[in-house]
C-alpha cells in the first residue's frame, strides 16, 4: 500500500528558505517507473506543479518556478526533499507529496499548510 | 508551456448530468494522455479519470472521459449526479518535461 505524508515548518519569514520532507513506503523509488513529485495549492486557488523526481534520479521543474527550487532524495531512499528559496507570502498554501504512475499523480499526501509571513 | 483552461463552475440538478470541459492552449491534447481529479474540501485530490477515459477501480461509471481534437479539449462527464459529486474537478496533462494542472471546476449540486 503506497504511502505519503509531508512534513515541514508551518510557518516561514519572507525571503527565508522552506524545507519540506516527504516520507513515502509502499513503493521504491529505485524501481523503474517510479517518480515523486510536488504540488502546491494556494487557498482557494488550483493545483500547481512543482517539481518532480524519478527511479533514475532525475529532476523535472515547474519552469516558472526553477530558479528556486530544488528536489532530491536523501540516503534512506525512503524520503524526498523539496527546497524553496526567497519564500514571499504568495508561497502560502498546502503543499502536496504525490506518487507518480504513467503520468498519473494515482496517490497524495493529506498535504502540509505552510504560511509565509513576518 | 501550454496551459488548460476549465469553466470556473458547472452546476446541475440530482440525478442529471453535466460536463467539464479541460481546453487545452497550444499542442495537441490528444498528443499526451489527460488525467481528471476530485477534489473535496479539506482532502487532497483523488483520481476519478486516467489516461483520457480510463477509470481508476472503485471510481463509479457515472464518470467518464473523452477528448475531442477539434476543440483541443478534454472532457469530464458526471452522469446521475448526487450530493457527493459536489467537489472541485481538475484536469491535468503533460509535455516531455513538465506538468500541467487545469484552472478547476466548482462543481454544485442543486
Known amino acids: 500500500q503506497v504511502t505519503l505524508r509531508e512534513s515541514g515548518p508551518a510557518l516561514v519569514k519572507p525571503t527565508q528558505t522552506l524545507t519540506l520532507t516527504c516520507t513515502f513506503s509502499?513503493?521504491?523509488?529505485?524501481?523503474?517507473?517510479?517518480?515523486v513529485s510536488w504540488i502546491r495549492q494556494p487557498p482557494g486557488k488550483a493545483l500547481e506543479w512543482l517539481a518532480l523526481?524519478?527511479?533514475?534520479?532525475?529532476?523535472y521543474y515547474n519552469p516558472s518556478l526553477r530558479t528556486r527550487l530544488t528536489i532530491s532524495r536523501d540516503i534512506s531512499m525512503t524520503r524526498v526533499i523539496l527546497t524553496m528559496t526567497n519564500l514571499d507570502p504568495v508561497d502560502s498554501g498546502t503543499y502536496y507529496c504525490?506518487?507518480?504512475?504513467?503520468?498519473?499523480?494515482?496517490?497524495w499526501g493529506p498535504g502540509t499548510l505552510v504560511s509565509v509571513s513576518s | 508551456k501550454f496551459t488548460l483552461t476549465q469553466p470556473h463552475s458547472v452546476s446541475g440538478s440530482p440525478g442529471k448530468s453535466v460536463s467539464i470541459s479541460c481546453t487545452r492552449s497550444?499542442?495537441?491534447?490528444?498528443?499526451?494522455?489527460v488525467q481528471w481529479y476530485q477534489q473535496r474540501p479539506g482532502s487532497a485530490p483523488t483520481t476519478v479519470i486516467y489516461?483520457?477515459?480510463?477509470?481508476p477501480s472503485g471510481v463509479p461509471d457515472r464518470f467518464s472521459g473523452s477528448v475531442d481534437t477539434s476543440s483541443n479539449s478534454a472532457s469530464l462527464t458526471i452522469s446521475g449526479l448526487t450530493t457527493e459529486d459536489e467537489a472541485d474537478y481538475y484536469c491535468q496533462s503533460y509535455d516531455s518535461t513538465t506538468y500541467v494542472f487545469g484552472t478547476g471546476t466548482k462543481v454544485t449540486v442543486l
Open positions: 523526481l524519478d527511479w533514475g534520479d532525475r529532476e
Open positions: 497550444s499542442g495537441s491534447v490528444a498528443s499526451n494522455y
Open positions: 489516461e483520457d477515459d480510463r477509470r
Open positions: 509502499g513503493f521504491s523509488l529505485s524501481t523503474s517507473g517510479m517518480s
Open positions: 504525490t506518487h507518480l504512475k504513467n503520468r498519473n499523480f494515482d496517490h
